[in-house]
């Protein structure tokens, strides 16, 4: 979509979205996009849309959003289906909003396996009252979660379904019970789950599965009540249970639902002592993702030195099937990191990850790691764009283009601390009834009863800014082969009749991802400067914090003329911090493990390697190995795209013999065939280059 279409459209969108009419109106618009989803055909979607207008359900703003919440309880369309977990959700019903959802959040479903309605409603009784609307609030979503149950129940009943008596225990069971099995516990982990996505949460994580369910595992297991390899069938149909409505929970691009699995992890014992949690379920979960081939939910692995040998080879064969799964954290790390940021220590150690890879306390806060982005090239690109060309010649050296970057960045993070502090969350006593802190306190999520308040902004363009000003540095500074002016005029030109020139750009040394110390310090320099910058509270008494990974490479870029790292006008801008050959793996993880990850810098920090599966297949102990010396190096975090160029160029040319190709798009892996043409082609260009058969 051209740019300047894309700008009008966002400011149509916010003068909608501020009143009820346009609201409405947008929520249509953006159910019509989501049924399109599903049919893959906007003829088919309107048609669909226009045959079922009558069954579209809003709640009323202004009623308490508790009894909103009850109401849509009671209206929402169920769908019991003929076998396995019971899952369902209608995707023409709909909470009302009057400020922003709040969602990329996992809860800790370890509450909802250990306590029943029941037991929050004497929790309320009991509790000395300090805002009776948040008790209210509160009270009333637990009846509306009793009617979903109820009404459940009652078309279980109306089923012809042979295990339908086991299923309406476990639903029962939720309103005046413990879970008490492992299949009982992952039944509760999905009635909850359906209600998050029903009520308007997007992108809603899974928290640690092996840990939460390790118990009812285990005792099941002691009992005799299932098998390992019962339990391998459960997850199994969790799994695809959890992938059901996969068009609908998608949010920027088909694929991009939030649904991580968390797996393995650093934990203290009762003496506080470090151990290595793994268990049968660590396994259990990346066997059935390898096996099943679906890019949701996926997986991440967190990992430290004492992770065993043969769980890093469970997980790159998993790696190596494309499915994008698992993502490596690496706990050594994260924990520290988290733990200098001011989380308490036993927060830090049992954390997880918002939609893709950025860390966060689970079930502590209102964290928002995803809010905004910032585009470390638009300043730069921004001074050659404004400034004269007498201007420019005043500009005398490199310390002096340093110094003029970081005044234009500062304005762009001045923008970014406006937007956050104008932000108002919509109220949510849902997230509020599992988030810590909340009911102590009586403090709705929105409006910072949480423990935690975070905000995390995600950053892209650092690899072309770094090439960008080390070009500058070689090229104008240093080698004196041209003049700020002279180049400048050239790029603005966007290179045009300059293929060697561009060719000489994108493979002038040293560059981002090198393991070098120049390049390496003035990342540093960078990074550490926008750090102080963000050194904010935000509103609620929150911090904000950024990492160096963005899903926005491709759309930011199309917004950004051409740069001196020799990308052209609009194209992509480097993907995370990445390597494109498989010759750089060793360089690219040293210059990752020795990036200040430090004091606000840690909100996503992932290398992204691009392999085909015959390279890590032929070498697959040398490829366990580099994974095993990596954790120990002390990168922060890793993901691989596992492809190869035959397949994705024959995939684009012949899409329905490729129905079920899966590639890794950014945190998250979505089939080829559903991905727009621009992240086709990047991803060709990626494995062209990855294979040598491209040289830029």
Known sequence: MNRYVKNIIKIVYHKMNNIYTGKKIINLIFLFRTLNRKYKSPKIAGTYLIKNIKNL????????KGKQIKNLMKNIKIIIPNKGF??????????????????????????????????????????????????????????????????????????????????????????????????????????IN???????????????LDKILNNLYYSDLEKNIISKNDAYKMIKSFIKTIHKYYWFKSSALMGDTGQIIILGGTDLDENGNEYYFYNDLTY????????????????????NEDTPRDL?????????????????????????KMVNFGYDKADAYNYVVSACWEPAALGKGLEQNNINFISFLK?????FDTLSNDELNNIKNFNDLISLYKEYLKEDVEEIIEFLDNIIWDEDPLLSLFIDNCNKKQIDISKGGAKYNHYGITTVSLANTINSLINLKKLVFENKKYDLVQLNNIRKNNFENKNKLITELKNLNPHFGEDNKEVINLTNLIINYLSKLLNK????????KFGLSAPSYISAGEEINASFDGRLNYEPFTTHISSDSNNDYTSIMRFASQLDYNDNRFNGNVVDLMATPSFIKDNFEKFTDFLDLSIKLGFFQMQMNVTDSKTLINAKANPDLYPNLIVRVWGFSAYFNDLPLNYKNLLIKRALKNEGKLNV
């Not at 979960?285 to 949701?296: S, Y």
Request: glycine share 6%; net charge positive; proline share 3%.
């Open 537 to 544: 509270t935000n509103k609620l008494g929150g911090k904000i």
């Open 379 to 383: 300043p730069l690109n921004r001074i």
């Open 312 to 336: 890093l080879k469970e997980s790159l064969k998993t790696m190596n099937t494309g499915v994008g799964s698992p993502l490596i954290s690496n706990d050594k790390e994260v924990i520290r």
């Open 194 to 208: 359906q209600i998050l996505w029903q009520t308007g949460h997007g992108l809603n994580g899974l928290g640690r």
């Open 284 to 303: 259990l979960f990346i066997k059935a993702i390898c096996e099943l081939q679906i890019p949701d939910p996926k997986i991440l692995l967190r990992v």
């Open 86 to 191: 019971i899952y369902s959700i209608d995707e023409l019903k709909n909470l009302s909003k009057t400020g922003s959802t709040i969602d990329n959040i996992t809860i800790d479903y370890s509450y909802i396996l250990n306590y029943s309605m029941k037991d929050y409603k004497k929790y309320f009784k009991n509790t000395n009252i300090i805002n009776s609307e948040y008790i209210n609030n509160e009270v009333e979503l637990l009846n509306g979660i009793e009617i979903l149950i109820n009404r459940e129940v009652i078309e279980l009943e109306k089923s012809n379904r042979t295990d339908k008596k086991k299923y309406i225990k476990y639903l029962e069971n939720i309103k005046t019970n413990k879970a008490n099995t492992f299949e009982e516990g992952l039944q509760r982990i999905l009635f």
């Open 57 to 64: 359900y809003y709640t009323n703003p202004k009623e308490p």
